[in-house]
Structures are given as structure tokens and as C-alpha cells.
């Protein structure tokens, strides 16, 4: 595959990973490795700033995944500003995944909150990856305020009912054009639907999750990758126009045995 890039930096994997639900942080740290991922988020609320703590930085080797801290827990757009600056000031990172999500129990973005925080965060030097809803709208905003991705939502966050709609994450991707990178996040529940979405014409997928609380998380975390690959390829090959019509794969002319063989 052709890399990523991301604000200036290029990275091999189209896949990014979270680090939540995990039976332990053990098994956490072989799934990372057998996704082969290089960005690997983590909730700044779940990570212990206490150097003298065992923290769960310390089951993320920081020389090989870049780290991008999250907002996840932030209902507003202050909290979510607070926490990027946090994160920063105690050194993890001044790239953020953004989330404002309203304590509403939807996990549902809330589009106003994440353009202002989005706005701000991008005025202080922060690299902005946004997590947002699937309207087109809400992404051309969230391009114009300088974010470095759009992050729309293939469904619910935790849902796993993969892309509920494919026409308005294409939509997305027609509006962004290759500014920045389109990532789809949160609701992938299986390969398939990591597939589906980068042939849909995604840039990468961020996966928690599915590989977290799949049966075999080593194995998911492997065919989520293997599944981005495949969509990637997929979509630069080019699929075969649609159509109501059957064509046969082998012609009637020239066929061993035809009329049209028989009688040239």
C-alpha cells in the first residue's frame, strides 16, 4: 500500500487501534503487535501521569506506535480543550483524537461542541484528528477549522453494526477530495466491514472494539489488517461497473464445440 500521511508524517498501516476492553493489558499489547498499526490511541483519563505507577504506557512501546491520546469522556468542548492540554503538558502528545460526546448515553459526537473545540485546539499547535458524525456538513467545517482527518462514525461506538450508510461516508470522501485523510471510526465489527469501508474510498480505519472483545483478539487484530489491505487494493484496482444485466465469463464466439466455432 501507498503510506499514510498524516500532518507531514507517513505511516505503512491504514489501520489504527485503540487500547480499551481488553481482557488485560497484556493481551492488549500482542493484539497491537499483530496489527501491525503504528497509531495506537488511549483515553488520557485512563492513562496514569504518575511516573512512579504502573501505567498502561508502559505496555505501548512509544519507539515503535505513535501515540494519539483521546478525549474520550469529554461532554463538552471545554473538557475536551482542558484534556488535549493535559496530555500535551505532560508530554504524550500535541496530536489529539477529539471526542465530544454528550453524557446522553448515544456515544453520538456532538458536531457543534467537536467544530468549536476543534477550532480552538488547532489555534494552540494541537494536530487534530476529529471523531464526528457521517453528515458532509459537519466535515467541511471540520476541514475548514484546519483539522489533519475527518472521523466520521460508520455506526455507534461499541455497536459493531459496521457502515449504516455507505452513500454518506462517500459523500465525505468526495467533499474532503484528498485534503486530508478520511478515517472511518467506531461501529466496524467485523473485516468485512473495515474492507468495505476503505473500498467505499476511506484513507484508514480505527479499530477498538471488534479486536478487543472479539473471541480471538490476536487473530481479528491480524484479519483487520489483512481487511484493510484488502479494501485498499480493492478500491485502487477498480471494481466492475454494476449492472441489471448477466454477461456470461466465457463468450459464445470461439468456443470449442459453438455454432459460431463450427460455422466462422
Known sequence: MEQLTIAGKSFRSRLMVGTGKYASLAQMREALAASNAEIVTVAVRRVNLDAREESILSYIDLNQYTLLPNTAGCHTAEEAIRTARLARAAGLSNWVKLEVI?????????????????????????????????DHTVARRLLDVGCA?????????????GLESLDRIARIVDVVAGRVPVVVDAGIGAPSDA???MET????VLVNTAIAKAKDPIA?????????????????????????????????????????????
Open 102 to 134: 454528550p453524557n446522553d448515553g448515544t456515544l453520538l459526537p456532538d458536531p457543534i461542541a467537536t467544530v468549536e473545540a476543534a477550532e480552538q485546539l488547532v489555534k494552540e499547535g494541537f494536530v487534530v484528528l476529529p471523531y464526528t458524525t457521517d
Open 149 to 161: 482527518t475527518i472521523m466520521p462514525f460508520a455506526s455507534a461506538i461499541g455497536t459493531g453494526q
Open 195 to 197: 474492507a468495505l469501508a
Open 201 to 204: 474510498g476511506a484513507d484508514a
Open 220 to 264: 481479528m487484530a491480524r484479519a483487520m489488517a489483512m481487511a484493510v489491505e484488502a479494501g485498499w487494493l480493492g478500491r485502487q484496482a477498480g471494481r466492475i461497473p454494476r449492472s441489471a444485466v448477466a454477461s456470461p465469463s466465457s463468450p459464445e464466439i470461439g468456443r470449442i464445440g459453438s455454432e459460431a466455432a463450427a460455422h466462422p
